[in-house]
């Protein structure tokens, strides 16, 4: 991967890497239930269908890579996360997305890979470029992916997964290398992103992601 590829996947959140990428082959079912949320919306888990839960995988199963347990993941998402019905994939889908340029900026990609499934191939895409541009040495700025509460939608399918849509500001991403010149600048833009989730473990985590924009 080169500068500019890994700019433009710090200023686009991953549309590089192709549209639907994520999501092609999950076999998504027709959804039997919908949510809109508002942003002064009160949280209930018996406000929605229950998410149908899938077998408790071991211990293994529910630590991440990076070494955080659900626990600890719990305890850094926002509130409304860990709810075990689609509400508590709403309020993670659009942190999962704020989680994007800080993996970039400071090479921390504990949160990314704890949320990240292992069949989500828009999730390691994104952590292998992050990676290479701290391995070449290069200062990443800006690209953060800014969701607008006001545009999440989610389905819920019969198979139990949870379908995100939402809108989303991408701000500005530079590149600059260590003496401070700048490598790549990409503009700032819109996009759509649609998002996989399944409760693995206590958590939503993210199966999938389509970029358009």
Same mark, same amino acid.
């Given at each position: 991967m080169d500068a500019k590829n890994a700019a433009k996947m710090l200023a686009t959140g991953g549309a590089i890497a192709g549209i639907a990428v994520g999501l %092609?082959?999950?076999?998504?079912?027709?959804? =039997?239930?919908?949510?809109?949320?508002?942003?002064?919306?009160? %949280?209930s888990p018996s406000e929605s269908a229950s998410v149908s839960e899938s077998p408790s995988p071991s211990t293994s199963a529910t630590e991440?890579?990076?070494g955080l347990t659900d626990e600890e993941?719990?305890? =850094? &998402?926002?509130a409304g996360a860990e709810i075990p019905d689609l509400q508590g994939a709403v309020y993670t889908a659009p942190y999962f997305l704020?989680?994007?340029?800080r993996m970039?900026?400071?090479?921390?990609?504990? %949160?990314?890979?704890?949320l990240s499934a292992p069949s989500c191939q828009y999730c390691s895409s994104a952590l292998q470029n992050a990676m290479q541009v701290h391995r070449d040495n290069l200062n990443a700025t800006g690209g953060e992916i800014v969701p607008r509460d006001n545009t999440v939608e989610a389905n819920l399918s019969d198979d139990g997964s949870v379908y995100v849509t939402l809108t989303a500001d991408l701000n500005e991403a530079r590149l600059e290398s260590v003496e401070g010149e700048i490598v790549v600048s990409e503009p700032a833009g819109t996009? %759509?992103?649609?998002?996989? &989730?399944?409760?693995?473990g206590d958590v939503w985590r993210v199966s999938g992601v389509a970029v358009d924009g």
């Open positions: %092609v082959g999950c076999g998504a079912s027709d959804p =039997i239930a919908t949510y809109t949320p508002t942003p002064t919306e009160a %949280v991440s890579a990076a993941l719990l305890e =850094i &998402l926002p704020t989680e994007y340029a970039f900026h400071t090479g921390d990609n504990s %949160v990314w890979t704890a996009a %759509v992103f649609t998002m996989k &989730l399944d409760r693995l």
